[in-house]
């Protein structure tokens, strides 16, 4: 069960996109599983992929695509990963960037490809072809809540959102819809977001800005440590809001898509596989932000603090232990205190004197637990979110193919 | 249950040092948890201790009286780390050390400390130092069991291995015992292993020999990658068979004791907690061993591939993404080859053309596998030992802590 999620259903349309989603039956038959994006001419882009030396076929296509013009559509499709492929899988990528092109009146170089599902079986490229001319003709720009929901694979609900701003007098809006966290599942591969705002924004400025946000969002996240083979956040700005993003209105428009991104990288934790709780772990005064966050991931990533989260078990030595073992250099252990929901457990590298095991325990009960790591070292922090190890997220993963 | 593991009984005396083990009730009234090793002057020792920087008050005091003299005693106790206990725990280490000092006529510097157990909580020294007299009256060559079974805290079995050779014309014995590896159960930590050999060799000498066994034992193990406060290995060399290690015979002297090193891990990793599986991951034809190192260890930390060894699930992608993801630059994913128990399952960055899912599947059945992994880019190898992820696991580090 997702910790405190919920599916949005009020998802805003952008102007400028329209989209759909249908079932082409590539893995089952009761659910959407190919889904179109439709960009208005003149939209800008920005995207980041994953950093998987064995990335996946469309990821490879998609990028060299980029290089070329700007894409008119994207092209996504779920129940198969198009990953560990070889040659077939990349020729299987452009054939359907082919097809939708000459249906949408666009260069092959002009749609990408995105996939997400089982690792190493063929893509069914005829399945996906025979349906586009309906996927085409179904093209509608409030299909934002069909398509985030055609493109989950082991994600328990979906997950979108939509904000609002007032730059220059006029609307903005940003949307966006993402599926599942890191390798979720036995062949399961990818985390995919998908943004699109009527924003006006030159490419690469939107570039930065995508990076910046992405950055503090989905860089923040950690279900595992398994990196995926076909992790991507794409962007897109239509401008037909008519607002151009400047450096007076920039930090806003920023702030904003920030807080989408954000939204968006939080929910795919709630939904991490078998999680029970989410987790939060701020990492303060440290001399620079990589040292907080090459300790926030030790102890994010260290399965024997996992497993004391989800027992609601305020095991300090081992979240200290982590943190002793995170490799930042001339560490004064003795300086660092810990604090769970707002409970200092340690201080000067032991448990702190006026802490009980009872105050530890009810700081650990809650579903949602903020842990504080003050390094006293300096002034840079940084936080990242994570869920808990349960029985289920072995038995999820453990559960042979099928 | 340990994989394909049995308690080794046979341990044969060194002579020169003579232990003893006794019940002083530190977190259990119904074992042995005091251990006492004597060692006959003239002994030469050397010492590995762990690199997490939250240390133990024992390590901390072990490294100073390492640096002072040759020790002329080990003490060590099960049921209490000694960990995260501040000033009050080098104290309580250090007197611990005074106390067999005076009743052993020797130096407080001459007598290591060494702890296990539960972190955080006081060292019970009054119940330490009232057993003392008799621990130190029971010394005995024939003790080696007895203390293999004492140090133990969550292991199931005790690990112990000797090994003779013919060295000049002599026998020359190397025994050893070890427990629990890395960070086993809520707020138990340690791994340590001593050993101790009737051969005679210079302290810079026996140093080197200790740091290259450990490199290929020790330091090639994990069970969660969550190094602990404690991990200490020591040995120490009687000279008292006579044989003088020298340029000649060295080498057959380190390859026995990386034997005893090699036993000793793979005994730990063999009873690591809710192990069902014994798993040797070989990284081939690297550039460097430290690539191969790194890659080894992506796949042997990963959850995701360790459960999937759970569910004896040959689940190649999971692998590969590993490789992907492991930081090795400029890796060509499509010179990458993977066997398990010698079934080729990938080749040229995808599954191999004449691998079946059934093969896999049977590759995968046995107790013991080895994955090898081919990177064809170098000429170095390595080799790391882990074992499975499973529900025990999770039940075993989530139940509080009691």
């Known amino acids: 069960m ?48 994953t950093k998987n030396a064995f990335c996946a076929a469309p990821v490879e296509i998609a990028k060299q695509h980029l290089q070329r013009a700007n894409p008119r559509f994207w092209l996504i499709n779920s129940g198969n990963a198009n990953a560990g492929t070889g040659e077939t899988g990349k ?9 939708v092109s000459i249906l949408g009146k666009c260069e092959q170089f002009q749609v990408l490809p995105f996939s997400t599902g089982v690792i190493g079986q063929p893509l069914p490229i005829e399945k996906i072809e025979s349906i586009l ?8 720009k409030q299909h934002w809540l069909k398509a985030a929901r055609a493109i989950m ?10 904000r609002e701003i007032i730059l220059n007098g006029k609307t903005v809006t940003i949307t966006g819809i993402a599926k599942g966290a890191g390798m979720i599942r036995p062949d399961m591969a990818t985390m995919l977001a998908f943004i ?25 996240i950690t279900i595992d440590g398994d990196t995926s083979t076909n992790d991507s956040c794409i962007l897109a700005a239509t401008g037909k809001s008519g607002v151009f993003i400047n450096d007076e209105n920039r930090e806003t428009f920023q702030t904003t898509l920030e807080e989408v991104c954000i939204y968006l990288a939080q929910s795919i ?32 990533h260290s399965p024997l603090v996992k497993t004391a989260f989800f027992a609601s078990d305020a095991n300090w030595g081992r979240i200290l232990a982590a943190v002793g073992r995170s490799g930042v250099e001339n560490l004064d252990l003795n300086a660092v205190e810990i604090y769970l929901n707002n409970v200092c457990i340690v201080r000067n590298g032991g448990r702190a004197i006026e802490y009980t095991e009872e ?44």
Request: hydrophobic share 35%; net charge negative; charged share 25%.
């Open 153 to 162: 694979t082991t994600d328990t609900l979906s997950k979108g959102v939509s």
């Open 269 to 300: 934790v709630r939904d991490g596989e078998g999680a029970t709780k989410f987790i939060t772990i701020e990492v303060l005064k440290g001399k620079t932000e990589q040292e907080c966050l090459e300790v926030a991931y030790t102890i994010a």
């Open 91 to 99: 020729d299987n990528a452009k054939r359907c960037c082919s097809s």
């Open 359 to 402: 105050q530890g325990h009810q700081a650990m009960s809650p579903a949602e637990i903020v842990v504080q790591i003050y390094l006293h070292r300096g002034i840079s922090n940084t936080q990242v979110w994570t869920c808990d190890f349960s029985y289920d997220y072995v038995r999820i993963n453990a559960e042979y193919r099928t």
């Open 2 to 49: 997702p910790v405190n999620f919920t599916e949005s259903t009020d998802l805003k349309p952008i102007a400028g996109v329209r989209l759909n989603s249908i079932c082409a039956g590539i893995k089952r038959t009761d659910r959407d599983d190919v889904t179109l994006f439709e960009f208005i001419e003149g939209t800008t882009f920005a995207a980041v992929f």
């Open 196 to 220: 699109a705002t009527d924003a006006k924004i030159e490419t690469p400025i939107l570039q930065e800005c995508l990076k910046q946000a992405v950055e503090k969002s989905f860089n923040r």
């Open 133 to 140: 001319p309906d996927l085409l003709e179904g093209l509608n």
